[in-house]
């Protein structure tokens, strides 16, 4: 530990009950004992696989991978040091952080596997629904409970959808995946327009709280954003909202072309007016059964795990100041916290180099202890594969800071252009068609220089191996799509998308690049922005103005950029 | 090789499959939507019992009131991975009244017993290798809850309210 009276220290989140920890241990028995069927020859693979990806795990090129949920991003210190140790013990040492929030373990033996989930059960962890078509593991802002912008702490109500949503009987069989996303704020860090279903908590003109459900958004090989199916549900219906979107789904999703059941494919077949309509006809009907009403007190009892933190009182609000460094940091990685002498700060997995969200075991432990040294116990992934520490006292930000720096994870860079995120690619999975990763590296290492970074401000780089997009390229402001021709690995850009709430769908600029040529393309793109750009435009700004063409042209190098 | 569980033990199967171009024969049968649709009149003025049996894609709802005439409907998985029926069973159940056999029939898997039984089939056609004791297992590997579903079985938080 970084310093011997540094205890363990429980955060205010939701905890298991007799109930949780009874389930969840059922659970981990039952898929051992999936996991003997399959290993003794009674399942065939066609048959486990079902099966194994309802508990998150893949075969992949080289070896299982098994991915742990994180519940709407949150992790204690005492989980953040058991997936450490699981990494040293049971993988090479390193764990992947993912878009959607989760922990990915890339080198795990099948008979490894029932003694992790025992493991992880311990601390109150699991990797139920994180694949497979069913719901997966429910996301959220990752400023939650943090910020001053949000209506309200978004993760109770992530929490009662993941209690909902768990081994649901009728929607464990369902077309395609179906992701879930919960915002409590105008601003949208948790790229809600792009999920199956999300849902942010909004107040309506009475002042009441309740929530905006939107469905259909998605990335894949047919991005959409998603639609408003409605603009306010009460706070006691909205399983029964929920349940009706995903029933409505069940029914009506085709069947017959894997590419074409998500149910943004529905939605925009049959239009999202006549959603609204089937929705509402199944929302009455399941209202009128009575069974799914949330209640207050239920409501209640969950809010009561995620009270804030006693912030202390009469702290200085001034940032301290510790070099120019760490003022960089400052810039880009801290961010308003709502109660005066604390600060949210960000920690990239993104020096430039280094695999987007990787951690290794050491890195964990390390980041276990600053957690419990500096947040609460708390930490947050995003999906931006980074991780937050919410409750930071500002007067130990320079103490944290200088602990990254030795972990290598104090780039002062989110939101910046080698703030990347990319998709494991054909490095580990066997859907890629190219590699991301090296991607990711090359253009971090062209915009290394600092200066030059924080010159180019915000700029999100978003990396896919393949059409399947896990990458989020179409929601990159420069995404880049890798494809396959021929056995040789090529790299389309993708233009002027967006995921947070100003939503937009990338356009693609044409034929891709080599290998080696398209961190060059990326740079040409970006001196037109640099170029163009007027008064405080971001490049997304620069790029809605001006269109393609220029960008196009100098990326082709048609003309000098 | 095929047989029957039903209500947690070995059953008879009384109901004779008719296919649609087929002579009626005497006793109870099962016959597809198309057919029912073609000789409704017949059938229900037969005085025998019926079963209706519903391809994944056919939602019950579209029987109507004529959901009531059937002692069977028999839901069928064309693969493990078409989860339809289970939104169908659910509606018959806890929209349409339904109360007589909702059978599972077609390619679904042991692990899928549970959630089935849990939206509101009460009887599996299930291939020889498959047994009572099997089918028990698989109703008990989970004991608790998280939703209501038709099988009324008591939620985790209902039952943390009762605590």
Same mark, same amino acid.
């Given at each position: ?44 693979? %066609? ?14 090129? @080289? ?157 894949? =090989? ?33 069947? %017959? ?30 209202? =009128? ?145 190219? =590699? ?35 990458? @989020? @390229? ?88 | ?30 016959? !597809? ?93 299930? !291939? ?20 209501? !579903? ?14």
């Amino acid at each position: 530990m970084l310093n011997p009276l540094a205890k363990q220290v429980d955060p205010n989140m939701y905890r298991y009950d007799e109930f949780d920890a009874q389930f969840v241990g059922e659970r981990v028995e039952q898929f051992a004992g999936q996991v003997a069927r399959r290993l003794s020859g009674e399942l065939t693979e %066609d048959q486990f696989k079902p099966l194994r990806l309802m508990n998150g795990l893949y075969l992949q090129l @080289h070896a299982y991978m098994l991915r742990v949920a994180v519940p709407y991003g949150t992790l204690s210190s005492k989980q953040m040091r058991k997936l450490a140790h699981i990494a040293r013990t049971y993988d090479k040492d390193f764990g992947h952080f993912t878009t959607r929030t989760n922990l990915q373990f890339n080198w795990i033996k099948l008979v490894d596997v029932p003694a992790i989930l025992r493991e992880l059960a311990d601390v109150e962890m699991h990797c139920i629904q994180t694949s497979g078509n069913c719901v997966r593991n429910v996301t959220a802002d990752q400023f939650a409970g943090a910020t001053d912008e949000e209506i309200e702490d978004p993760r109770p109500l992530a929490e009662i959808i993941r209690q909902w949503s768990s081994l649901h009987p009728e929607f464990a069989f369902l077309a395609r995946k179906f992701k879930i996303a919960v915002g409590a704020c105008e601003k949208d860090r948790a790229a809600l327009q792009y999920h199956d279903m999300a849902v942010q908590i909004v107040k309506n003109t009475q002042g009441r709280i309740g929530y905006k459900v939107m469905a259909g958004g998605g990335m894949g =090989r047919t991005p959409y954003i998603a639609h408003v199916m409605s603009e306010f549900v009460k706070r006691d219906d909205i399983l029964a909202y929920l349940e009706a979107v995903l029933r409505v789904y069940n029914q009506d999703s085709r069947r %017959d072309n894997i590419h074409k059941q998500r149910i943004k494919i529905l939605i925009n077949a049959i239009g999202p007016e006549e959603m609204r309509k089937r929705i509402e006809r199944e929302f009455n009907e399941i209202k =009128r059964a009575g069974t799914m009403q949330l209640p207050q007190d239920e409501l209640d009892r969950i809010t009561a795990y995620f009270t804030s933190p006693k912030f202390e009182t009469g702290l200085s609000d001034e940032m301290p100041q510790a070099g120019q460094d760490f003022a960089n940091w400052v810039k880009t990685n801290v961010s308003k916290h709502r109660a005066p002498g604390y600060a949210i700060a960000t920690i990239t997995l993104k020096t430039p180099g280094q695999v987007p969200g990787d951690a290794t075991s050491a890195q964990m432990d390390v980041i276990a202890d600053l957690m419990d040294q500096f947040s609460v116990g708390e930490v947050r992934v995003t999906h931006e594969q980074n991780l937050v520490l919410p409750h930071a006292r500002k007067k130990d930000l320079p103490a944290i800071f200088a602990k990254l720096k030795e972990l290598d994870f104090a780039s002062p860079n989110a939101g910046l252009i080698t703030d990347i995120i990319a998709c494991p690619g054909l490095d580990y999975c066997d859907l890629a068609n190219a =590699r991301s990763i090296p991607i990711a590296q090359a253009i971090a290492r062209k915009f290394e220089n600092l200066d030059r970074q924080h010159q180019i401000g915000e700029l999100k780089i978003k990396i896919s191996g393949c059409i399947n997009a896990c990458g @989020h @390229h179409h929601a990159g402001h420069i995404g880049i799509l890798g494809v396959d021709k021929k056995g040789v690995e090529f790299y389309q850009l993708v233009l002027g998308g967006s995921g947070a709430e100003d939503a937009s769908i990338g356009e693609i600029m044409g034929p891709g690049f080599g290998e080696h040529d398209i961190a060059d393309a990326v740079e040409r793109v970006v001196n037109v922005y640099i170029a163009q750009r007027k008064d405080g435009e971001r490049f997304l700004d620069t790029y809605r103005r001006l269109g393609m063409a220029p960008f196009k042209d100098a990326a082709y190098g048609k003309v000098a950029a | 090789m095929t047989k029957l569980i039903k209500s947690g033990a070995y059953a008879q199967d009384v109901y004779a499959p008719v296919a649609d171009d087929a002579a009626l024969p005497d006793g109870p049968v099962l016959v !597809s939507l198309a057919r029912f649709n073609e000789d409704r009149d017949t059938l229900l003025a037969r005085n025998t019992t019926v079963g209706i049996r519903l391809q994944s894609s056919e939602n019950p709802e579209q029987l109507g009131a004529d959901v009531h005439h059937f002692a069977l409907i028999a839901l069928e998985f064309p693969k493990f991975r078409d989860g339809r029926a289970f939104s169908w069973a659910r509606i018959l159940r806890t929209r349409l009244g339904f109360i007589g056999e909702i059978r599972a029939v077609g390619d679904f898997l042991y692990d899928q017993v549970n959630y089935q039984h849990r939206v509101g089939f009460d009887a599996w056609e299930v !291939s020889d290798n498959f047994t009572v004791e099997m089918f028990q297992r698989a109703l008990t590997e989970m004991t608790n809850v998280y939703q209501p !579903s038709a099988d009324g079985k008591k939620t985790i938080r209902e039952l943390r309210a009762a605590r």
